[in-house]
T-cell receptor, first 111, second 116 residues
Framework: GQQVMQIPQYQHVQEGEDFTTYCNSS?????IQWYKQRPGGHPVFLIQ?????EVKKQKRLTFQFGEAKKNSSLHITATQTTDVGTYFC???????????FGIGTKLQVIP | NAGVTQTPKFRVLKTGQSMTLLCAQD?????MYWYRQDPGMGLRLIHY???????AKGEVPDGYNVSRLKKQNFLLGLESAAPSQTSVYFC???????????????FGAGSRLTVL
């Protein structure tokens, strides 16, 4: 079936360093979403990308959707301890109601 | 506004016991989902529903049943719990698709289930 793959699975960075997580789908996606889950918490929606080649920014976070709509990335500039958590990408597979998540990237920020 | 509420938050079961997890949303959302989260496995879709009285299988439906008798509630049942079902279960809901993207999911706080 359709899959949403995400790398890396874990990332440790020094505070102030940049961080990037990548998401790839085996098929073209109509859109991609990103979520953040703080330790012990639940996933919280960050952003949705819809258009081919789309780039969106939220303060230090930059989200990109590939031209072929099969890959996406989340880049955090100058990480802070508040960025700690697991970042998930998700996309509709097997029909728009069925939302499949990537495995997530767990970010640790060392002060 | 409570959003998505899951009960119970914690539960310990013995192998073979049955139980039901309840998810309730007050946002009038059409779509509801049950995911399980295990270390190193991400969020895997168990079952979902696109409306009252309808359910569909996700990636890992075996060993679980669901019901959506009321629009605001989505129940996840384990008829005979197994240790492999030890996990954190998340319910989510979203409004009906109306654009070119999938629905944005609002998650509950999660239910931690341990099967001994």
């Amino acid at each position: 079936g359709q899959q949403v793959m995400q790398i890396p699975q874990y990332q440790h960075v020094q505070e102030g360093e940049d961080f990037t997580t990548y998401c790839n789908s085996s098929t073209t996606l109509s859109n991609i979403q990103w979520y953040k889950q703080r330790p012990g918490g639940h996933p919280v929606f960050l952003i949705q990308l819809v258009k081919s080649g789309e780039v969106k920014k939220q303060k230090r976070l930059t989200f990109q959707f590939g031209e072929a709509k099969k890959n996406s990335s989340l880049h955090i500039t100058a990480t802070q301890t508040t960025d700690v958590g697991t970042y998930f990408c998700a996309g509709p597979t097997g029909g728009y109601q069925k939302v499949t998540f990537g495995i997530g990237t767990k970010l640790q920020v060392i002060p | 506004n409570a959003g998505v509420t899951q009960t119970p938050k914690f539960r310990v079961l013995k192998t073979g016991q049955s139980m039901t997890l309840l998810c309730a949303q007050d946002m009038n959302h059409e779509y509801m989902y049950w995911y399980r989260q295990d270390p190193g496995m991400g969020l895997r879709l168990i079952h979902y529903s696109v409306g009252e009285g309808t359910t569909a299988k996700g990636e890992v439906p075996d060993g679980y049943n669901v019901s959506r008798l009321k629009k605001q509630n989505f129940l996840l049942g384990l008829e005979s719990a197994a240790p492999s079902q030890t996990s954190v279960y998340f319910c989510a809901s979203s409004s009906s698709f109306s654009g070119s993207g999938a629905n944005v999911l609002t998650f509950g706080a999660g239910s931690r289930l341990t099967v001994l």
